[in-house]
């Protein structure tokens, strides 16, 4: 997927992102396309206060539902003892 013609600045996508003190713990996460402020050229995502390298490390969805249906799939739903944040 070739990001940069996907994606523009000022868009708000989801991503699946783990707590960084807790690898155990994920959630959805909304998070905003912007440009990447070490290089102007390339894309970034900004969430919880961070910029993020826009790759394609990165599961990033355009709904909320999309996001959470990938999360279900992969950690289980909340009454199945899934992982959240």
């Avoid at 940069?4 to 959630?27: K, L």
């Avoid at 070490?38 to 539902?65: G, I, M, R």
């Amino acid at each position: 997927m070739d990001i940069n013609q996907t994606f523009t600045p000022g868009d708000v996508v989801y991503i699946i992102i783990r707590n960084p003190h807790a690898q155990d713990v994920a959630q959805v996460q909304q998070a905003a396309v912007v440009k990447n402020p070490e290089n102007p050229t390339e894309l970034a995502l900004f969430a919880h206060e961070n910029y993020f390298p826009f790759t394609d490390e990165f599961a990033v969805f355009k709904t909320e539902s999309e996001a959470e249906q990938v999360f279900y799939e992969a950690f289980g739903s909340p009454e199945e003892g899934g992982f959240y944040g």
